[in-house]
T-cell receptor, first 115, second 112 residues
Framework: NAGVTQTPKFQVLKTGQSMTLQCAQD?????MYWYRQDPGMGLRLIYY???????DKGEVPNGYNVSRLNKREFSLRLESAAPSQTSVYFC??????????????FGPGTRLTVL | QKEVEQNSGPLSVPEGAIASLNCTYS??????FFWYRQYSGKSPELIMS????GDKEDGRFTAQLNKASQYVSLLIRDSQPSDSATYLC????????????FGAGTRLTVKP
């Protein structure tokens, strides 16, 4: 049982380049999330998808786009990378949207550096 | 003002001691509260969740919630070197998981 998987694990980009971070979960969860984690700032929500076919902005969506490809997969795209997007990116999933007690399960993370 | 605040640490305790981790939050309407553990270079994993005022115990871990004081804490009894990690406090400020706010974390070191 893989849980939440993310690719790639590491990536270095030059300013202005684009890339897509991939996330997949095999737990049949409805909701998926993208967070970034920066030193001293904790995890911040970028985008989330409450269910297949829906996406919505989180706390820090600028510079990112997402696609909920199907129930399993949720991708994060940087169209024109900037040094401020250097961070560790975590994907997470949970079984139900709108249930306050629900647990989020995190993927292993992608460490992105933008030069 | 940060929504969820934690002391960054590092907090150092000897093996076998009680480690006490604290968290305050600003949104008085917050509904649910979580403690995650994150080892260096790894992803967060849930340790405890708490929703009502008072204490909740799970093995060596006890979460304490005081909504009037907007304060949540985590006690780790009989601390082990394997407990050395960063502990993240997370607060759900609404009724959906998209309203989750995380603190920056407290780094705990348990010395043998």
């Amino acid at each position: 049982n893989a849980g939440v998987t993310q690719t790639p694990k590491f990536q270095v980009l030059k300013t202005g380049q684009s890339m897509t971070l991939q996330c997949a979960q095999d737990m049949n969860h409805n909701s998926m999330y993208w967070y970034r984690q920066d030193p001293g700032m904790g995890l911040r929500l970028i985008y989330y998808s409450a269910s297949e076919g829906t996406t919505d902005k989180g706390e820090v969506p600028n510079g990112y786009n997402v696609s909920r490809l199907n129930k399993r997969e949720f991708s994060l795209r940087l169209e024109s990378a900037a040094p401020s997007q250097t961070s560790v990116y975590f994907c997470a999933s949970s079984s139900l949207a709108g249930v306050r007690t629900d647990t989020q399960y995190f993927g292993p993370g992608t460490r992105l550096t933008v030069l | 003002q940060k929504e969820v605040e934690q002391n960054s640490g590092p907090l150092s305790v000897p093996e076998g001691a009680i480690a006490s981790l604290n968290c305050t939050y600003s949104d008085r309407g917050s509904q649910s509260f979580f403690w995650y553990r994150q080892y260096s270079g790894k992803s967060p994993e849930l340790i405890m969740s708490i929703y009502s005022n008072g204490d909740k115990e799970d093995g060596r871990f006890t979460a304490q919630l005081n909504k009037a004081s907007q304060y949540v804490s985590l006690l780790i009894r009989d601390s082990q070197p394997s407990d050395s990690a960063t502990y993240l406090c997370a607060v759900n400020t609404g009724y959906n998981n998209n309203d989750m706010r995380f603190g920056a974390g407290t780094r705990l070191t348990v010395k043998p």
